[in-house]
């Protein structure tokens, strides 16, 4: 049984750049969410996807998006890249609409310089 | 937004203790989980348990979802079990996924 699995798993940017991240949920999974945890905290809430559709938002600004394609597997992109969006990026995938149990992926490492 | 507080922040212990981490949360819950962060970062399920005790080899769990606490019990410590512990909740809205600070656990041999 695959569990969810992310790419890259480390990315160095520059300040201004874009970056997209890629995630595919668990097997049987319809529901991906995206956290991302800053150096010494736990991870926080961007958004979760369900049905293609954004469903829930946390406190992120609007250089945050996302997608998610019919098959489940979803990106989040962030515009105008800075300092403080150095990061863990971590994805999570659960089995019913809303939360449920959540399976998280091993992450993607974002530097920006 | 709720909030979810964690204790303690730091652990010490030798290879063979016990141990029990505690997580708050300030207003009533979905759905509770326990997660173990290894070194390369990532989030290991330990248990989902918004009320109730579970118990899983060494690891059991108690959440009294009316008094808004839930303990993680790590008994026989390895030092495999360092790490990074955190307790997450789903506030009882369905809007937010909130994950509590931390306990740093090291187990030393």
């Known amino acids: 049984d695959a569990g969810v699995t992310q790419s890259p798993t480390h990315l160095i940017k520059t300040r201004g750049q874009q970056v997209t991240l890629r995630c595919s949920p668990k097997?049987?999974?319809?529901?991906v969410s995206w956290y991302q945890q800053a150096l010494g905290q736990g991870p926080q809430f961007i958004f979760q996807?369900?049905?293609?559709?954004?469903?829930q938002r946390g406190n992120f600004p609007d250089r945050f998006s996302g997608h998610q394609f019919p098959n489940y597997s979803s990106e989040l992109n962030v515009n105008a890249l800075l300092l403080g969006d150095s990061a863990l990026y971590l994805c999570?995938?659960?089995?019913?609409?809303?939360?449920?149990?959540?399976?998280f992926g091993p992450g993607t490492r974002l530097t920006v310089t | 937004g709720i909030q979810v507080e964690q204790s303690p922040p730091d652990l010490i212990l030798q290879e063979g203790a016990n141990s029990t981490l505690r997580c708050n949360f300030s207003?009533?819950?979905?759905?509770l989980q326990w997660f173990h962060q290894n070194p390369w970062g990532q989030l290991i399920n330990l248990f989902y348990?918004?009320?109730g005790t579970k118990q899983n080899g060494r690891l059991s769990a108690t959440t009294v979802a009316t008094e808004r606490y839930s303990l993680l019990y790590i008994s026989s410590s390895q030092t495999t079990d360092s790490g990074v512990y955190f307790c997450?909740?789903?506030?009882?809205?369905?809007?937010?996924?909130?994950f509590g600070p931390g306990t740093r656990l090291s187990v030393l041999p």
């Open positions: 207003d009533s819950v979905n759905n």
């Open positions: 097997s049987g999974h319809d529901t």
């Open positions: 997450a909740v789903e506030d009882n809205y369905g809007q937010n996924f909130v």
């Open positions: 996807y369900y049905e293609e559709e954004e469903r």
């Open positions: 999570a995938s659960s089995g019913v609409e809303g939360w449920n149990e959540q399976y």
């Open positions: 348990i918004p009320s």
